[in-house]
């Protein structure tokens, strides 16, 4: 029998060794974190926090930040239009701390990504990657072995991320997850949590969510 490899059955997001793999972040999936981590008091955190996303891209993942922290730092390597500073996160030496990192990396710069959050976060750091992200031995012993999570939370509905646009439309075979580690007290061998984000799309969308701002493209 011959496999069916449709992009209905298989996850389809690969991307060149130089791709800005460009994959906006729909607007609930980060509202998804927030609202679960406080309707379960697994977290709590206060407005009063500051918070960087340093691969800003359209900036679909900032406005939801925003409705969270009070200051929300924004920048990306590319310039996408929507008026961020375009940094190399990854170059030159490591920015000022801030109390929380949340971003959705580049896939491929994902472990260097993090590696840099967890030096420069007071609190936290939540990345949202795809689940097979956390398979592999490589990353398992350069990562999650000395710098294990504090939480891993699985989408249970899928989350659809297409290349270069953001759409409320549309279906995907690749699966995401939250991970999220504690950088204000001192890290414990400990094995992380793990739990599902229960279905909340349409609760958490809000009007205006799949605009495309002012200048973008």
């Known amino acids: 029998m011959t496999q069916n490899r449709s992009s209905a059955v298989?996850?389809?997001r690969r991307e060149p060794h130089d791709s800005l793999d460009d994959?906006?972040?729909?607007?609930?999936?980060?509202?998804?974190?927030?609202?679960?981590?406080?309707?379960t008091l697994l977290w709590l955190h206060t407005d009063e926090d500051s918070c960087r996303e340093p691969a800003a891209n359209r900036g679909h993942m900032v406005g939801p930040l925003k409705e969270y922290f009070r200051d929300v730092e924004a920048s990306d390597v590319h310039d996408y239009?929507?008026?961020?500073?375009?940094?190399?996160?990854?170059?030159?030496?490591?920015?000022?701390?801030?109390?929380w990192t949340v971003t959705n990396p580049p896939f491929r710069l994902a472990d260097q990504f993090i590696a840099r959050a967890l030096r420069t976060s007071r609190q936290a750091v939540a990345v949202i990657v795809r689940s097979a992200f956390l398979e592999g031995i490589g990353?398992?012993?350069?990562?999650?072995?000395?710098?294990p999570p504090r939480l891993i939370l699985q989408f249970s509905e899928r989350v659809v991320m297409h290349r270069g646009r953001l759409s409320p439309t549309g279906s995907t075979a690749?699966?995401?997850c939250w991970i999220i580690w504690e950088t204000h007290q001192p890290r414990m061998r400990r094995e992380p949590e793990f739990g599902w984000i229960p279905p909340c799309r349409r609760r958490l969308e809000r009007p205006g969510d799949y605009d495309v701002p002012e200048g973008c493209r």
């Open 10 to 12: 298989m996850q389809q």
């Open 23 to 39: 994959f906006p972040t729909p607007p609930w999936s980060t509202r998804a974190l927030f609202d679960h981590l406080q309707n």
């Open 81 to 99: 239009g929507a008026g961020f500073p375009v940094q190399d996160y990854l170059w030159g030496p490591d920015p000022d701390p801030v109390d």
């Open 139 to 147: 990353r398992y012993e350069s990562l999650f072995k000395p710098y």
């Open 174 to 176: 690749t699966a995401y």
